[in-house]
């Protein structure tokens, strides 16, 4: 029967004139459905007509694998909405040791450290703002320190809420630490007009506290090392040291000035190390 399909020839069946029938209308109908160079005009299939050529199946499966890279591209980029509107004096502090670097380097400068999480609507809000001041304030440097990146360093640091700010400013250390949103903004506002202005400071840059910079070093979970500094040194066991030094440039001190020196101000010390 095959043979006899194939070379188009119908033997007549012993089943009677009705079999036979259907015989021919089946190998009709078959051959009807068999697609030429690809394509069938015909078919008695409902997916017959979605046969394609050999060209075209292959573009198919190219655009699909290329769209979830490109969906993918474009959901990121979007949800980065803490480098939008970034000004020159903006940037993302990358490590606890970059913060404490950048802190020291600023000299006299006014430094902004903001705390942020990707996922904060306060602070995704209040970011537009901030970049504005950041661009009214060139001299004022802003740090970003992106809270779900560096959330060991933030917890050793006793930051728990969020958008968070702190002010440094040169030989003063910390100057300002608040939280503010978009409601209460003029806090910010306030503190960047108070401590903005330009002047010089007594010292080097402080940075951050001691008992920060130690809490940095004891987490583990940090690649940060901190030495202590040196105790302050009484002023009045300073001078008398340099006094009673020979040759040094004092001259005798009265023991008038020596009883006050030695039962002056407990409050008289003096820094060994800034």
């Known amino acids: 029967m ?18 036979g029938g259907r015989v021919v209308r089946g190998a009709a109908a078959l051959a009807e459905s068999v697609p030429i160079g690809g394509y069938s005009s015909r078919s008695s299939f409902p997916g017959g007509r979605v046969a394609l050529t050999e060209k075209k199946a292959r573009l198919l499966p190219r655009n699909l694998e290329a769209a979830p890279g490109q969906m993918n591209l474009t959901i ?3 949800m980065r909405w803490w480098e939008r509107g970034l000004q020159p004096n903006m940037r993302e502090i990358e490590s606890a040791q970059d913060l404490a670097d950048s802190l020291l380097n600023a000299r006299d400068k006014l430094v902004v450290v903001d705390f942020f999480s990707p996922g904060c609507g306060g602070c995704r809000a209040l970011h537009p703002k901030i970049a ?41 250390g910390r100057v300002s630490s608040f939280s503010c949103t978009n409601a209460t903004i ?27 910079l130690m ?8 690649n940060f090392t901190y030495s202590q500094k040196q105790d302050l040194v009484p002023i009045a066991d300073a001078i008398l040291k340099e006094a009673a030094a020979p040759g040094g ?4 001190l009265p023991s008038s000035t020596t009883h006050l020196l030695t039962h002056g101000s407990e409050n008289s010390l003096l820094s060994s190390g800034r």
Not at 215 to 222: I, S
């Open 2 to 19: 095959a043979e006899a399909l194939c070379s188009g020839s119908v033997v007549a069946s012993p089943c009677g004139g009705e079999v």
């Open 76 to 78: 990121g980029k979007a």
């Open 132 to 172: 504005q001041l950041a661009e009214k304030n060139p001299e004022v440097l802003f740090l970003q320190v992106n809270y779900e990146k560096l959330k060991s360093m933030c917890y050793s640091l006793h930051v728990h809420v969020l958008p968070f700010f702190r002010f440094y400013r040169g030989a003063q």
């Open 186 to 212: 003029k806090k910010f506002k306030d503190a960047l007009a108070k401590h903005g202005p330009d002047r010089c400071s007594l010292g080097p840059a402080k940075g951050l506290e001691e008992s920060e």
């Open 215 to 222: 809490a940095l070093a004891a987490n583990r979970d940090l």
């Open 249 to 252: 440039p004092w001259l005798p």
